[in-house]
Structures are given as structure tokens and as C-alpha cells.
């Protein structure tokens, strides 16, 4: 596993929630902070930074985000949007996000696929509310969440970019790596209703 994670976050609700999620990327985007720090205070109130203000503890990261460090990537709008982090995917973040989005539409569905920069691991998760029963032992809504992850082994690694058929073969390999994210989302879409974990009993 290298060290970067890419994250493509699609959030799925109503339009009181795209407007929720496209102005907290808009805080990070347009800040003028660190990207780790901006990122961090978008999103979250609580935010630990170091001495000079300039950095975020990596003990609240690894806490509330998952990773030592997540930024802000790329913007698509409408709930659409990327992000990097240090080694794995920031699964606390996805948690909260949907614990954000949650109150304002109790159908909001997450999805998720990340590729670490080496292709170890490729995965995905779906994110959204499901059934459960409360300390009273009564049904409530909460949120749930399945994951899915495999490797891909990047055939143009042992191969000069000038090679013939260095093109062809980086262009079939991205849409296999395409192909087999959709894939896993869709097996994540369709074991969460019936097997999805509590967040705070998935450990992935």
C-alpha cells in the first residue's frame, strides 16, 4: 500500500443536503488555511490544531477522521467531490458526514469508491439508514454501512511510457479499475440493507 488514498464521495438526498454538503466543500475550497486544517474545520467544530494554529493533531485525526490526514481533492457539485488521505480511506469522516446529512433527509445514501495511488486496496461503501433497536430494545432508524475492497495489479508498472502499447494498455486498465469499483458499489448497495454494521461496530 503506498501512502495516498483517493477518495470519490457521491452524496444522494434531497436538496436541502446537496446544499448542505456543495457549501461545506465550497468553505474548504475557497480557505486560505493549510488544506489539512481547512479541511478539518469545515467540516467539524472540535477541531485539535497544533501550537501554531498551522496543523491539525494527528490524535484528533486518527479519532474523527481515520487517517492521520484528509484533504479536499477535486469538486464535481451537486454532492460530488474527492479526497486524499494518508494510507486508508477516512471512514470516521464518512460517518460523520452522514451523521451531518442525516437530520436534513433520513433517506441520504453515500456512496464511496477509493483507489490507494498504488491499487492496494480498490474499494468502495455505501452509507445510509437502516433498522435497528435502540437501549429500549425499540426499532430506530440509524446509520448503516457495508464495504468492499480487492487489489489490482497496474500492468503499465514494469513498462516505459514510451513503449508502443503503453497508451492501450493504461486505458484498459482504468476502466477495469472503473469496472470493478462499480462493482463493489453495487455489492455494497445491495448488502447494506441486509447486512449492513452500525457504525461504530464496522472495523475495516
Not at 112 to 129: H, I, Q, S
Not at 170 to 178: I, K, N
Request: proline share 3%; glycine share 6%.
Amino acid at each position: 500500500m503506498a501512502n495516498h488514498l483517493k477518495s470519490f464521495i457521491e452524496v444522494k438526498g434531497n436538496e436541502e443536503v446537496l446544499k448542505l454538503v456543495d457549501s461545506l466543500v465550497d468553505k474548504v475550497n475557497y480557505s486560505n488555511e493549510d488544506a489539512i486544517v481547512a479541511f478539518a474545520k469545515a467540516f467539524y467544530d472540535d477541531v485539535a490544531l497544533g501550537e501554531n494554529g498551522r496543523s491539525v493533531m494527528n490524535e484528533w485525526s486518527y479519532e474523527n477522521l481515520g487517517p492521520k490526514w484528509t484533504q479536499l481533492c477535486d469538486v464535481q457539485g451537486k454532492g460530488m467531490f474527492s479526497i486524499e488521505s494518508a494510507w486508508y480511506p477516512p471512514k470516521q469522516f464518512f460517518f460523520h458526514l452522514f451523521n451531518l446529512c442525516f437530520p436534513l433527509d433520513n433517506n441520504v445514501v453515500i456512496e464511496v469508491k477509493y483507489e490507494d495511488e498504488g491499487f492496494d486496496p480498490v474499494g468502495a461503501m455505501a452509507l445510509k439508514a437502516g433498522m435497528t433497536e435502540d437501549e429500549n430494545e425499540e426499532l430506530v432508524l440509524a446509520g448503516h454501512v457495508w464495504g468492499e475492497e480487492t487489489v489490482l495489479e497496474d500492468p503499465t508498472v514494469d513498462m516505459d511510457w514510451e513503449d508502443e502499447d503503453y497508451d492501450q494498455t493504461q486505458m484498459e486498465f482504468y476502466e477495469t479499475l472503473a469496472e470493478t469499483q462499480d462493482k463493489l458499489l453495487t455489492e455494497c448497495l445491495r448488502l447494506v440493507d441486509s447486512d449492513g454494521m452500525l457504525f461504530d461496530q464496522y472495523d475495516r
